[in-house]
């Protein structure tokens, strides 16, 4: 058993009769009254995401995990192929327990946490961020570059985020895998 102040990012907690990761979370001490956590918590059976506020010293049942490296394969329909890059052993998951599975690159690899009781995978975590070839992307209007302005630019894995005005098709983009947001563009 561990109590709120073993709270962190990615910790993976057993909360009414489901196991949540934690994707955020925020120790609260106000002026009047108890500290407590605010949390938002991920489904790993269905991806449902929902806000939890739990009080100080309120014991959470964490479960074991264990991480391994696997290599995406390739995408059939909802479903996802991965290959265990230490033994070659196949996996295939359903796209809710993926958090971006639109900038999942074929060849990406990606770590996978496991329940270590019964040895399921629970989640895939994605690099902090991945580069990406842009595929389409509507010319930009020359004098109109001043501003923020943005376009949607179609990726090379099927995605679209949106650019800034300079960006054309062929140039590789970094594109950061927690929000879907557009980070700089990458020279080759």
């Given at each position: ?161 949106n650019v800034?005005?300079?960006?054309n098709e062929?140039?590789k983009i ?15």
């Open positions: 058993m561990a109590s709120t102040s073993d709270i962190r990012k990615g910790l993976c907690i057993r909360y009414n009769n489901d196991i949540y990761k934690i994707i955020e979370f925020l120790h609260v001490k106000p002026g009047k009254g108890p500290a407590f956590v605010r949390t938002k918590l991920k489904s790993v059976s269905n991806g449902k995401v929902l806000d939890n506020t739990f009080s100080a010293g309120h014991k959470i049942e964490d479960v074991r995990v264990e991480t391994r490296s696997y290599q995406y394969l390739y995408a059939d329909g909802e479903t996802y192929h991965f290959m265990n890059t230490d033994d070659y052993n196949q996996i295939t998951l359903q796209e809710s327990t993926l958090d971006a599975p639109g900038l999942l690159k074929e060849g990406e690899v990606v770590t996978i946490l496991f329940n270590t009781e019964d040895n399921m995978p629970l989640s895939v975590d994605m690099p902090a961020s991945v580069i990406l070839e842009v595929t389409y992307a509507e010319p930009g209007v020359k004098g109109n570059t001043a501003t923020n302005a943005t376009k949607p630019a179609k990726v090379e894995t099927g995605a679209e985020v800034p005005l300079f960006i062929g140039d970094k594109v950061d895998t927690a929000s879907g947001s557009y980070m700089e563009r990458v020279k080759d």
